[in-house]
């Protein structure tokens, strides 16, 4: 147990739509990551929030957005939602040198 | 550009041992991980190590690091069942909360009895 909680674990939607996924982070930790990792590959860098500013962010267009709020739980927000965008969705809280995951929110897109 | 690679698949027989191996590119990785994903679940920390190290030693977990040919290595002793999953090296330059880690793709491990 890392002390990381997302929700929801599943969803489905379609081409198009928007989606909001949720994560807490571990107490204390005050960075969050997310990562988008596709079937049979490693998790992907999306962005970092840090004190509720982006930190840090990967190759992925503006359609992902983020927040952090002031208790450090977040927000990834995808619009326009496309098929590639089906995946499994991670958040991260970190401390320090390490992150620890939560569970994931597996997203379809049909 | 940034880059880890890992071999994708390794057998095993319960009780051996079983060693994953992983290089990476960058030459300023600061950190080190490895990761274990089991089926439909988060990742989970497994060990972690500083460049300025060559090994470490976690119960029946060993890291080592040739930092010289930017190759990483894990080794589970007396491996069992639930060891099988899939294992993610991952390497970082600031650690991570300044920064994002790299993963590779991930080396399946089967346990057989």
């Known amino acids: 147990e890392t002390g990381v909680t997302q929700s929801p674990t599943h969803l489905i939607k379609t081409r198009g739509q928007q989606v909001t996924l949720r994560c807490s982070s571990q107490s204390g930790h005050n960075t969050v990551s997310w990562y988008q990792q596709a079937l049979g590959q490693g998790p992907q860098f999306i962005f970092q929030y840090y004190r509720e500013e982006e930190n840090g962010r990967g190759n992925f267009p503006p359609r992902f957005s983020g927040l952090q709020f002031p208790n450090y739980s977040s927000e990834l927000n995808v619009n326009a939602l496309e098929l590639d965008d089906s995946a499994l969705y991670l958040c991260?809280?970190?401390?320090?040198?390490?992150?620890?995951f939560g569970p994931g929110t597996r997203l379809l897109v049909l | 550009g940034e880059d880890v690679e890992q071999s994708l698949f390794l057998s095993v027989r319960e009780g051996d041992s079983s060693v994953i191996n992983c290089t990476y590119t960058d030459s300023s990785s600061t950190y080190l991980y490895w990761y274990k994903q089991e089926p439909g679940a988060g990742l989970q920390l497994l060990t972690y190590i500083f460049s300025n190290m060559d090994m470490k030693q976690d119960q029946r977990l060993t890291v080592l690091l040739n930092k010289k040919d930017k190759h990483l290595s894990l080794r589970i002793a007396d491996t069992q069942t639930g060891d099988s999953a899939i294992y993610f090296c991952?390497?970082?330059?600031?650690?991570?909360?300044?920064?994002?880690?790299?993963f590779g793709k991930g080396t399946k491990l089967s346990v057989k009895p």
């Open positions: 991260a809280s970190s401390h320090q040198e390490t992150q620890y």
């Open positions: 991952a390497e970082s330059m600031y650690g991570g909360s300044q920064g994002n880690l790299i």
